[in-house]
């Protein structure tokens, strides 16, 4: 076994690992004290798509790792497997084959998962994201699998857990709030658009917005409403050049689950 770094402290628990390809992985869970860093922006909103897998209410466009040369291989495999006599020595090596395509998928993806969301909760004060219903959406055979592939699921428990650990905030906001239905200049709602518009000009005050992006802005709002919410016990400004502190610091120790390969 290789160490890539000592353990920050002695582990609670040791767990052993092994996944379908036969590689080993040991999970320790330890206890360590994570510094506040002071966020350099206030806040941001973040609506996930497919092709483009998160646009921010700042105006940044985020593409996703392109998955379509390993999915190909991976459904050549698979065809391949649902011909052969299950149980075979050519099965077994199909099967193999298929799950280290699958393994390398996963990692390119968490990668860029585990990348993004540590940027975003460094950055920003607050991170707003919006509830999607994932279950209902691939119940749409067209997209099934290209929703699948993006990990919307995993990209909100990492900004979730990472905004718990650096003392920042995450809202989520309602699955049946119109994102993409209302202006978020003005507030003038122009109704249901079909997936084809890209962009969009409003009739009230005349303003053209990428979909993707006024969606976010939108997001953004209703996070800070959220988050404004007395119910919620602090408050958080987004007045631009403003520096924001968050009311709720927390000082606790944080327990952090460490996985090394073997």
């Not at 004290?33 to 483009?52: F, H, M, N, Q, S």
């Not at 718990?164 to 658009?193: N, P």
């Not at 802005?217 to 602090?234: A, C, F, W, Y």
């Amino acid at each position: 076994m290789v160490w890539s770094r000592p353990l920050p402290s002695d582990p609670s628990s040791v767990t052993v690992l092994k996944n379908k390809v036969g590689q080993y992985h040991v999970s320790f869970v330890v206890e360590v004290d994570i510094p506040y860093l002071p966020a350099e922006y206030e806040a941001v909103g973040v609506d996930l798509g497919i092709k483009t897998f998160a646009t921010t209410s700042a105006g940044e466009f985020i593409e996703s790792p392109h998955y379509d040369r390993l999915d190909r291989k991976i459904r050549r495999f698979q065809r391949q497997l649902a011909r052969q006599v299950k149980g075979s020595k050519r099965w077994q090596r199909t099967k193999h084959c298929v799950a280290k395509l699958h393994l390398t998928i996963a990692n390119i993806r968490n990668d860029f998962l585990h990348k993004l969301s540590t940027r975003l909760v460094t950055e920003n004060q607050l991170i707003s994201l919006e509830d999607l219903n994932v279950k209902g959406m691939v119940k749409n055979r067209t997209l099934a699998r290209a929703i699948s592939l993006q990990g919307w699921g995993i990209f909100r428990s990492m900004c979730a857990a990472k905004c718990a650990m650096l003392a920042r905030e995450f809202q989520v906001i309602s699955r049946w709030e119109s994102t993409s239905q209302v202006c978020s200049s003005c507030g003038y709602r122009w109704g249901k658009l079909d997936l084809s518009v890209r962009e969009i000009v409003c009739l009230n005050c005349g303003a053209t917005h990428d979909r993707d992006e006024n969606a976010a802005m939108t997001i953004l709002r209703s996070g800070v409403e959220q988050s404004q919410d007395p119910k919620n016990g602090h408050r958080v400004s987004v007045r631009p050049g403003c520096q924001v502190v968050c009311d709720d610091v927390s000082t606790r120790p944080v327990v952090i689950q460490l996985s090394l390969g073997v």
